[in-house]
């Protein structure tokens, strides 16, 4: 039973955890998903400014920069470029002195012109594009792998693409004719925001001696490259990769994962998922993680509490059992006692009736009162006795005085048969 009873206690608490980790996933994928959509927001409503029209109509190349540069600060985005209706570059805000190359290969560019309509996703951007928007964002994307614990074997020695949210939208002129796109992102590569914003949400930054109890990170590939998982010398693990067993589940079959996991130094209660592009295929990964060693203590802490409580009631049922063995016992032997008594002739031995157990103080007054009603006939027996003792007395005397009187007149009569047979009285005629 204490077996069983801490196994549910055990399993109740893995289970909670782990449902702890799939909510604070869904809260991962809601502040990512929120990410995109206020980087959309940002890309849809300056594609409707009217300086962008009167811009491209006048072909005012200066203005567009100017004003691009300003709007990409502002808005904290690595990247805000504008093109031709065809996706030929014509304004790159970070990079002016580049422009006239064409863009028609990007997916998402692709998608605008095909449909008119605001597109955004994450995609990896090439280390070639990250090189045209700024020598800066291609040395944040790049990483030197580390050699990871219970990772996938891989070749790979370095990393140098990106991975972008990245949106893109229709420009249309006064005539509702498509004029250009606007697009623009942000470079995820070694960027915290959201991986600090989702632990803070989910996990308020709650520490289990010394170390962060919850984490989060965005996986390029099966490589980090934003995260707020720690290695042994406190710095975020960026160019670990995750584990061959999540990489087989989440990039190779496209499924979420949720258990405990292996993570950079440390198991964790852990919950995985893919990040997919717009056209459904899985480049990334979302994460999120519990530090399993504090379920570990309260397990080992349940158990010894739990332990400690079975030993306590089972040395309490003791000595209770004790006390109420004894409590049966002591009358029980007293009653054997006052058993032998009577077969030993002591017929008016009596028991304590007070026993503190009322069906032992039924059975010691039965007990007694049994002895008494012994007693008494015994005492009646040997009053019977002496009276028949005394009349066999008179009996006997009785016959041995009529004995006596009839031996005398039977010893007289034999002794006249012998003379009369012995003719000592003479003839006896016919």
Not at 169 to 183: N, R, T
Not at 196 to 205: G, L, N, P
Not at 213 to 225: C, K, P, S
Not at 414 to 425: E, P, V, W
Request: proline letters at 2%.
């Amino acid at each position: 039973m204490p077996v069983l009873g801490f196994y549910v206690i055990k399993k109740n608490i893995i289970e909670r955890a782990q449902a702890k980790v799939k909510n604070d996933l869904n809260t991962a994928r809601l502040i990512y998903q929120d990410e995109i959509e206020i980087i959309s927001d940002v890309i849809r409503f300056t594609a409707l400014r009217f300086f962008i029209r009167d811009a491209i109509s006048n072909n005012d190349i200066d203005t567009l920069k100017k004003q691009l540069e300003e709007i990409r600060k502002t808005e904290s985005l690595d990247v805000l470029n504008l093109t031709d209706k065809n996706g030929k570059v014509l304004v790159r805000s970070r990079n002016p002195s580049l422009y006239g190359d064409n863009q028609s290969h990007d997916e998402l560019l692709s998608s605008v012109i095909l449909d008119r309509r605001v597109t955004a996703g994450t995609v990896i951007a090439s280390s070639d594009e990250l090189i045209k928007e700024g020598q800066d964002l291609a040395e944040r994307a790049f990483m030197k792998l580390i050699p990871t614990p219970k990772a996938k074997p891989t070749s790979e020695t370095e990393l140098t693409a990106g991975m972008m949210i990245k949106a893109a939208a229709p420009v249309f002129g006064y005539d509702g004719s498509l004029v250009g796109i606007l697009y623009g992102g942000t470079l995820l590569n070694r960027n915290y925001e959201i991986v600090d914003r989702v632990k803070q949400t989910a996990y308020q930054e709650i520490k289990y001696k010394g170390r962060d109890i919850g984490t989060a990170t965005i996986f390029q590939g099966d490589v980090r490259i934003s995260t707020n998982v720690r290695t042994e010398d406190g710095s975020r693990a960026i160019a670990t990769r995750v584990s061959k067993e999540v990489y087989e589940q989440v990039l190779t079959k496209g499924l979420a994962w949720t258990d405990r996991a292996f993570v950079v130094n440390d198991w964790y209660k852990t919950a995985y998922e893919p990040i997919r592009d717009i056209n459904g295929r899985t480049i990334g990964i979302l994460y999120v993680g519990t530090l399993e060693k504090p379920f570990a203590d309260m397990e080992r802490n349940t158990f010894l509490v739990f332990l400690t409580i079975v030993l306590i009631a089972t040395l309490l049922a003791c000595m209770l059992s004790a006390i109420l063995a004894g409590a049966i016992s002591r009358p029980v032997t007293g009653m054997l006692q006052a058993t032998k008594k009577i077969s030993e002739g002591n017929l008016g031995y009596k028991v304590d009736a007070q026993t503190g157990i009322e069906e032992l103080n039924i059975l010691a007054a039965s007990f007694n009162e049994m002895s008494t009603r012994l007693d008494e006939r015994e005492q009646n027996l040997k009053v019977a006795n002496k009276k028949l003792a005394e009349l066999n007395k008179t009996y006997l005397d009785l016959v041995s005085f009529v004995s006596h009187e009839l031996k005398g007149i039977l010893a007289s009569t034999t002794a006249n048969a012998y003379s009369l047979q012995d003719g000592l009285l003479g003839t006896i005629n016919d």
